[in-house]
């Protein structure tokens, strides 16, 4: 059975910090609501022109945002076998940068 723990423990693994096609990933989130400030919950992945501004400590939190996000909404299941099916060169792993 996949938990929060043992699912961040393989996006860690190997030096990983976000794979490469995050937001495919963030679309799959049940519950996404927009804030009255014009925000989201979860926050939005740090893509676009946030990916030069932030450092990938920054961009790696904001993945983990997301992974408690569907343990919490009951999609760790989901979300584990998408990120478990990617090929280690879809992912950024830390030093690339």
Known sequence: METFETLWQFCTDNNRAVPKDW????EMLKNK???PSGGWEPSLPLILEAWDVTMTIEKQLRFKEHI?????????EEIASYLKSLPEAEWYHFGEL
Do not use: V
């Not at 937001?23 to 963030?26: R, T």
């Not at 408690?68 to 760790?76: D, E, M, S």
């Open 23 to 26: 937001n495919k990933l963030y």
């Open 33 to 35: 609501k927009q804030k």
């Open 68 to 76: 408690q996000w569907a343990t919490n909404n009951g999609q760790i």
